[in-house]
């Protein structure tokens, strides 16, 4: 099967523009999380949607940045008005449970100029 | 909170050679995982090997393996015959079980390990 898709794969956006990058999980993943691979603070979680729980945002560096998950798939990424400190990849990743391996997308490169 | 430290930037070894990264973590848990995953420059993260705590035998598959000593908090990847296609970054992650805890089912990785392969 399909594993998780992401995209764009790469994203260049000049800074105070909105941003939307979208994950497709594995089809049957009630998990779903997002991390943000930059040089300066590594990879780091920012988002963790579980079934209809409410899910977990205690990673988001700001209120720019939410993210909402549509009928338990596909999950959206918004980042508003861009800095240029968002310039980073932006990794997708699913499981089964939580107690399930994460498998991850080939993550977004934004860029923001 | 946990915390996953990485001390080695950048490790190589030579073909069919062996190397071991390191990896050490601080966690207040009894019960929690361990992985390394690889991400090769194409940016897909694989996982490499899991290791659960309560399990005192050495995660091994094929020819990677690893020597977790939870008492010291260590959790180090060896990687035999080293190939070329294992060169990439390595990271460390730990993962919570508490489904109750704020740590539930988010990775906490270390910094990364850059491996270069030598032919």
């Known amino acids: 099967g399909a594993g998780v898709s992401q995209s764009p794969s790469n994203k260049v956006t000049e800074k105070g523009k909105d941003v939307e990058l979208r994950c497709d999980p594995i089809s049957g993943h009630t998990a779903l999380y997002w991390y943000r691979q930059s040089l300066g603070q590594g990879l780091e979680f920012l988002i963790y949607f579980q079934g209809n729980s409410a899910p977990d945002k205690s990673g988001l560096p700001s209120d720019r940045f939410s993210a909402e998950r549509t009928g338990g798939s596909v999950s959206t990424l918004t980042i508003q008005r861009t800095q240029q400190e968002d310039s980073a990849v932006y990794l997708c990743a699913s499981s089964l449970t939580p107690t399930y391996e994460q498998y991850f997308g080939p993550g977004t490169r934004l860029t923001v100029t | 909170a946990q915390t996953v430290t990485q001390s080695q930037p950048e490790m190589s070894v030579q073909e069919a050679e062996t190397v071991t990264l390191s990896c050490t973590y601080d966690t207040s848990e009894s019960d929690y995982y361990l992985f390394w995953y690889k991400q090769p420059p194409s940016r897909q993260m694989i996982l490499v090997i899991r290791?659960?705590?309560?399990?005192?035998q050495n995660a091994t598959e094929n020819r990677f393996s690893v020597n977790f000593q939870k008492a010291a908090k260590s959790f180090s990847l060896k990687i035999s015959d080293s190939q070329l296609g294992d060169a990439a970054m390595y990271f460390c992650a730990y993962r919570s079980t508490d489904a109750g805890g704020t740590s539930y089912g988010k990775l906490t990785f270390g910094q990364g390990t850059i491996l270069t392969v030598h032919p």
């Open positions: 290791q659960e705590a309560y399990k005192q």
